[in-house]
């Protein structure tokens, strides 16, 4: 089965976890966001990764949220669904209801809390792969799983058909690259890390999903089309903005915290973190504020720019 690749290709928001004031998931707030990067004009979203506090929700509650973020936008944006979970049959669950409800792909890291061999890995990302018809992309992030995706395993993994891609949020560029080179010219590699997006981008990485772009999307697209363009200075100039305000937010008690507390702010409410993430606390709000200002004054900046670079259209 042949897949469309380019529709995973560019800025993709690693979509933020949305609750009620009672701390429950709130299909409607869900919606809101969505809509929200749609209007920012993102490629898509991943739903149900870490900045989806996924591993944090029941498996009902994650429907629940990927089926609001499809309702709303899966005719106009890309939408994963990140089914990863404790165990396999929770993974295959989750895959087999994203492609009943009109994902257009899944993604999964491996199993958690476990120590797993590397067989043990390939055995579970089979069985998610098997479930379905749709196209699947790894999530490495060895960080928070403990596990390390080798060149045998990613090798062996790639030369499935359905098999199209990996997010590599490990640290390493040169892992990056060396991912890109072990799937070929058209295996996806999705940079991780938003602070080396343009590192990422430099040395073969066909996009980025991110979960700092849910605040400033403008600023990652901005960045994303001074790399098309092959205008690396100029992006360069914006990644370091970029790692500037990544620097504020992970000041904070939680990153996932302080940027429900910046949408909040815009007047976008998706609740807190669900705990053990921490929330802002309220005397921090003036800093928040201040944040927000200063990214506002950056989306601006950027919006200009773009719109000078196509002759103010």
Not at 118 to 142: G, K, N
Request: negative net charge; contains cysteine; aromatic residues 8%.
């Amino acid at each position: 089965m042949a897949y469309d690749i380019e529709r995973f290709k560019g800025i993709i928001v690693a979509m933020y976890a949305c609750y009620d004031e009672q701390g429950e998931v709130s299909a409607e707030a869900a919606r809101k966001l969505a809509r929200y990067y749609a209007t920012a004009g993102v490629k898509g979203l991943y739903v149900g990764g870490s900045s989806g506090e996924g591993m944090l929700q029941t498996a009902d509650e994650r429907k629940r949220t990927l089926e609001a973020v499809v309702a709303e936008v899966g005719g106009e944006l890309t939408v994963i669904a990140h089914v990863g979970a404790p165990s396999t049959r929770e993974s295959v669950e989750l895959a087999r209801h994203a492609e009943r409800i009109g994902a257009h792909a899944v993604s999964a890291v491996p199993a958690i809390y476990y120590r797993l061999s590397a067989r043990s890995v390939q055995a579970h990302w089979q069985a998610i792969i098997d479930s379905t018809e749709l196209p699947f992309i790894i999530y490495h992030i060895p960080q928070t799983t403990g596990f390390h995706l080798s060149p045998e395993l990613l090798a062996a993994m790639a030369a499935q058909p359905k098999v199209i891609g990996v997010k590599i949020s490990a640290e390493s560029t040169y892992e990056l690259q060396q991912f890109k080179a072990i799937g070929g010219e058209g295996f996806l590699v999705l940079n991780g890390p938003d602070e080396q997006y343009v590192a990422g981008r430099a040395i073969g990485a066909d996009g980025g999903i991110g979960g700092t772009y849910g605040v400033m999307p403008e600023l990652f697209l901005r960045i994303e089309s001074c790399v098309r363009a092959g205008r690396m200075e100029e992006a360069q100039r914006w990644q370091f903005v970029v790692n500037e305000l990544i620097k504020e937010l992970l000041a904070y008690p939680s990153l996932y915290g302080a940027c429900k507390a910046l949408l909040r702010h815009r007047g976008l409410d998706i609740g807190g973190p669900r705990m053990p993430l921490l929330p802002v606390e309220e005397a921090d709000l003036p800093r928040i504020a201040a944040l927000d200002a200063r990214i506002a004054a950056f989306v601006a900046q950027a919006k200009a720019e773009e719109a000078a670079a196509h002759g103010g259209v």
